[in-house]
């Protein structure tokens, strides 16, 4: 199989690529799509901030931000994930950095597959998503250390 998602400045990521690409394949393949080209891409809070002036015109900072360059069922897109502000959501959360890269990559993943996020309600439900997408990579994860 071909090669189709990157990972870009994760040397400060603890997770496996090839357990993360496994994951995203396997979320993606339950939703019946398929994965031209994603690149995720961990990016310093004054770089994100710069990107989310020129791209959205918000003049403030943010964590993630997803950009979708094609049509369902296709994906072929970027993620850029803040590592300082993952760090920063993973104190204040009480939550390990794993586990927050794990949710602000679910996060982007669902805004591939169409979901949004600009209301309480959309908010909540993308949350329970994310929950989701979440245990199926520790359920992948803890099965694969078994067999090591």
Not at 44 to 51: F, G
Not at 65 to 93: G, V
Not at 95 to 107: A, C, K, V, Y
Request: with cysteine; hydrophobic share 35%.
């Amino acid at each position: 199989m071909k090669k189709t998602i990157f990972f870009n400045n994760a040397s400060d990521i603890n997770l496996r690529q090839k357990d993360l690409s496994d994951w995203i394949y396997e979320c993606v393949m339950e939703k019946g799509m398929v994965i031209k080209r994603l690149d995720i891409n961990f990016i310093t809070e004054d770089e994100m901030l710069k990107l989310n002036q020129k791209h959205l015109k918000h003049d403030n900072h943010t964590d993630i931000l997803t950009f979708c360059y094609s049509d369902l069922p296709i994906i072929e897109s970027e993620i850029f994930i803040s590592f300082d502000r993952a760090k920063e959501n993973a104190k204040t959360h009480s939550e390990t950095i794993e586990n927050e890269i794990l949710r602000l990559i679910s996060h982007g993943l669902l805004h591939n597959f169409g979901m949004k996020d600009s209301t309480k309600a959309m908010r909540e439900a993308m949350v329970k998503e994310e929950n989701d997408l979440m245990r199926k990579f520790h359920v992948k994860h803890t099965k694969s250390e078994k067999t090591l």
